[in-house]
C-alpha cells in the first residue's frame, strides 16, 4: 500500500503538474515503489495519479495449492469443456447422479475465523481493537472421509489412528457406499452413478478399478490438484472448518460425534448449492484459461 503519512518535516515540495510523460512513466514502473522513485511529488497525489488516472488498484496475494503448469491448466480445462458439454445436453439430469467424496483433516482444537472473532464495541468505548493471539491447530485431530450428493449424506467414516487408506480398505469403503446408496436412494444406483473423488493412489489402484467397473460406476473426470472443482473442498469442508473454528474437544469420539452431528443436520438444500456450484465453476475455469477458480 502506499505510504500515506507525510515526508520528512521541512522538505519542500514543487506543485503537482500531471504532464502525460509523468503519467506515461508511471505507468510502465507502477509495480515499483514510487514514492522512492520520485520524491518531488506528494503522496497524495502519486495516490491520485496511479488510482485515479491510471485505474490501478493493489490486490492482496491469495494462497493456491501449487504454481500450475501449462500442461495442467489444459488438463482444467479439458475437463471443464467435457463436463459443460455434456451438462448442456443432459441438463441437471448429470448432477443427480453425481456422488463426491473427499478427506480432511479436523482437529481437537481449531483457531477462530478473523470475522468469528470481531466483537461488539460501544461508540464510546476506547479505541483499542480487541486482541487475539494466533495460535497453531492442535496435533490432535482426526481423518474424516465423507461421500455425498446434492440430496444429502451417504456416509461419514473416521480413520483409524496408525492406519492408511489402501486399495483393500478403499474399496471396502465403496461396498459400504454402494449398500448406503441402495438404502437412502431407491433407483440411484440403476440410473447411474458418477463418482467424484480425488486421484489418491488407493482411487486409482487396479482393484478399485476393477471394483466400480463391476459395479457399473463412471468415475468423474476431475484433474490433479484442483481442490477449487471439488464441492467436498470448496463447499462441504469450508463451511465444516468455518463451525469448527473456536471450538475445542478433548477425545476422538467427542469431535467425530460433533462433527458427524453437524453434517447430519445440515439440509437437503446446503448440499444442493455446493453440487449446484459446479456448472458457474467450471465455467469459470473455461474463462480463466484453466487457472484457478476465485470465490
Known amino acids: 500500500m502506499f505510504k500515506m503519512q507525510a515526508a520528512r518535516e521541512g522538505s519542500q515540495y514543487q506543485p503537482m503538474i500531471l504532464f502525460s510523460a509523468w503519467i506515461r512513466r508511471f505507468a510502465e514502473i507502477v509495480g515499483s515503489k ?24 493493489k490486490l492482496c496475494a491469495r494462497w493456491v495449492p501449487k504454481m500450475l503448469s501449462d500442461h495442467q491448466k489444459t488438463q482444467r480445462m479439458d475437463s471443464a469443456l467435457t463436463f459443460l458439454q ?4 443432459d441438463g441437471d439430469e448429470v448432477l443427480d447422479k453425481i456422488v463426491t467424496a473427499d478427506e480432511t483433516w479436523v482437529h481437537y482444537e ?5 470475522e468469528q472473532s470481531k466483537q461488539w464495541m460501544h461508540s464510546h468505548s476506547p479505541s483499542r481493537k480487541p486482541l487475539k493471539f494466533k495460535r497453531t491447530l492442535s496435533t490432535k485431530k482426526c481423518m474424516v472421509t465423507v461421500f455425498w450428493d ?28 454402494r449398500r448406503a446408496i441402495q438404502n437412502k436412494r431407491r433407483g440411484m444406483l440403476s ?13 486409482t489402484a487396479v482393484a478399485t478399478t476393477i471394483l466400480l ?10 484433474p490433479s490438484y484442483s481442490p477449487d472443482l471439488a464441492p467436498s473442498d470448496f463447499h462441504l469442508f469450508a463451511h465444516m472448518k468455518h463451525w469448527l473454528g473456536g471450538k475445542n474437544f478433548v477425545t476422538d469420539n467427542e469431535l467425530q460425534t460433533s462433527v458427524q452431528k453437524r453434517l447430519k443436520t445440515q439440509a437437503a438444500a446446503f448440499y444442493d448449492e455446493g453440487i449446484g456450484k459446479f456448472v458457474p465453476r467450471y465455467d469459470k475455469c473455461m474463462n480463466r484459461n484453466g487457472d484457478y477458480v476465485e470465490k
Open 34 to 57: 514510487l514514492s522512492d522513485l520520485f520524491p518531488e511529488i506528494l503522496l497524495s497525489a502519486l495516490y491520485t495519479i496511479v488510482s485515479e488516472r491510471l485505474e490501478y488498484r
Open 213 to 222: 467397473q463391476r459395479f457399473g460406476w463412471e468415475v468423474f473426470d476431475h
Open 86 to 89: 455434456r451438462y448442456h445436453h
Open 110 to 114: 481449531t483457531e477462530e475465523t478473523k
Open 150 to 177: 446434492r440430496k444429502g449424506l451417504f456416509l461419514v467414516e473416521f480413520m483409524l489412528r496408525g492406519t492408511t487408506t489402501t486399495p483393500a480398505s478403499y474399496s471396502k469403503t465403496l461396498q459400504r457406499l
Open 191 to 203: 440410473s447411474g452413478i458418477v463418482l467424484l473423488h480425488d486421484n489418491a493412489r488407493p482411487h
